[in-house]
């Protein structure tokens, strides 16, 4: 299979003539599931650079923590050039272990309620995921509940 670096000029791949005219964004998020607080960033693409953007306001959003960012083996986290702020420490999980990350559950809840909608703009899908974001910021408890498992809170006590 030819790669897209390979193919000539003006040549289009079928999922670029499938998602042509289409934007996307992509929700960077991280939860503290012992006490419900989070951290979410909309950035453009789903690589490495915007990883490392999102690494660098979260730690300085969090400059006086130490942070320990929880990652599944997604490309983006495993890029081998990605800037990774002092203050944080990446720990990766065993492949296919989304269960394992605290966050996929959170996602989980909010997928359900914007999934089959077709949104007119970037903005509109903004404002839609933030709406449904918007009631765990106000009330952490429910992200603590949703995301807190009993083996976490465990595991993060004994570090």
């Excluded at 950035?43 to 923590?65: I, M, N, Q, T, W």
């Excluded at 933030?130 to 009631?135: A, G, L, V």
């Excluded at 429910?142 to 807190?148: A, E, M």
């Amino acid at each position: 299979m030819a790669s897209a670096a390979l193919l000539p000029e003006g040549h289009q791949t079928p999922l670029d003539r499938a998602t042509q005219g289409y934007e996307w964004t992509w929700l960077y998020a991280a939860v503290e599931p012992s006490t419900g607080e989070s951290f979410c960033l909309y950035l453009p693409r789903v690589d490495g650079v915007c990883f490392e953007v999102f690494l660098k306001h979260l730690s300085e959003a969090y400059a006086e923590e130490h942070l320990i960012v929880v990652l599944d083996g997604g490309p983006s986290h495993t890029a081998g050039y990605v800037e990774v702020p002092r203050n944080v420490t990446l720990m990766g999980l065993p492949a296919y272990s989304p269960e394992l990350n605290p966050v996929e559950r959170w996602f989980l809840e909010f997928r359900r309620g914007l999934s089959n909608i077709v949104f007119e703009s970037i903005a509109q899908l903004h404002e839609a995921i933030t709406r449904h974001i918007e009631p765990y910021w106000k009330e952490p408890r429910k992200l603590r509940r949703l995301t807190g498992y009993p083996w976490w809170r465990e595991a993060v006590e004994q570090l």
